[in-house]
């Protein structure tokens, strides 16, 4: 089973301010890599896939890159909206398309 | 716009059969893969697993075979059932239709809101 890992598990930040997400993974998955944002009590919405797709109707100041094993999403100016937590997952590999314990986004 | 809304009991007892069904509306179930996934309260997401369009399954093997995922295109819905529960299986369970990208499946467009499934006596 390939391994998500996410860094950092929190991230503290200011409305505004740039936000840098990194995953990694245990073997290549190319650029099968998607990320999610989840609000509590809400289902995950899909933010970026093949790496660096934004997915539809996602703002622009979401961005995705990596290939291989390292990934980055960048949120580059934060809004209120945006904290939440923020999952990788890779569908390179069956068996078990998997996730990384996520990051939480927190002013 | 696709929706999708999981059903089901939202208290099983242990060692019982746990079973949910997803209802697609707005698009047909076919040409697509539909997945299940879990989460317990306060951690991250887990695949249960997913059906093709044609009927094909794979299962995530930490299960051990206790996962079965089916499909009714007459009712545009497909359905999960987990066999012989424990708390441990206490989670969120979504229900998600599964896109293709550059001719590969596995990324999750559309989720249902969830529905929380207790495993209790």
Redesign the interface.
Known sequence: ?IVMTQSPATLSVSPGERATLSCRASQSVSS?L?W?QQKPG?????LI??AS?R?TSIPARFSGSGSGTEFTLTISSLQSEDFAVY?C????N?????????TKVEI | QVQLQESGPGLVKPSETLSLTCTVSGGSISSYYWSWIRQPPGK????IGYISYSGST?????LKSRATISVDTSKNQFSLKLSSVTAADTAVF?C?RITP??D??????Y????TLVTVSS
Do not use: K
Request: aromatic share 24%.
């Open positions: 089973e099968n998607a999610y809400q289902a995950p919405r899909l896939y093949g797709t997915a999952y997952q890779q569908y390179n069956w068996p078990s398309w998997t996730f990384g314990l996520g | 991250g997401l887990e695949c794979n299962y995530n093997p930490s979504f998600a990208h550059d590969t499946w596995g990324m999750y467009d989720w249902g809101q969830g």
